[in-house]
């Protein structure tokens, strides 16, 4: 991430998600795998609470998924200067295949 402010901050951002589906989605890949591409966006609404959005595309890499527009919005609490636990919920839109793939994330953010 860069500073833009004091309190926002901007980047990009990119993994890797597997997930194995229910029965009845099967029929569009098992296991769906995407690698997202995105720009970052973090506002620092208090001392300790920061929330964003990643916005980009979801690059499908298994057979049958061509991937999707992706879009995560987050909440993050600072529990201490170098760690920050996080909420998100990530979406990718598979338009041909007309529903969205989607997760509930929690997790943990170490600075090094």
């Known amino acids: 991430m860069f500073e833009v402010s004091e309190s926002f901050d ?3 951002t990119t ?3 597997n997930a194995f589906l229910k029965s009845e989605f099967k029929d569009f890949a098992d296991p769906a795998q995407f690698i997202p591409i995105a720009a970052a966006a973090r506002f620092k609404a208090s001392e300790n609470f ?3 959005a990643d916005l980009g595309y979801a690059l499908g890499i298994n057979d049958g998924n061509d991937g999707g527009f992706y879009y995560r919005p987050i909440v993050g609490y600072d529990v201490s200067e170098k760690a920050q636990l ?3 919920y990530s979406g990718v839109s598979i338009k041909d ?3 969205t793939f989607s ?3 929690l997790g943990v953010l170490f600075s090094l």
Do not use: R, W, Y
């Open 103 to 105: 997760t509930i994330n």
């Open 86 to 88: 996080t909420l998100s």
């Open 15 to 17: 993994g890797f998600s």
């Open 50 to 52: 920061s929330v964003g």
């Open 10 to 12: 901007v980047g990009i």
């Open 97 to 99: 295949a007309d529903f």
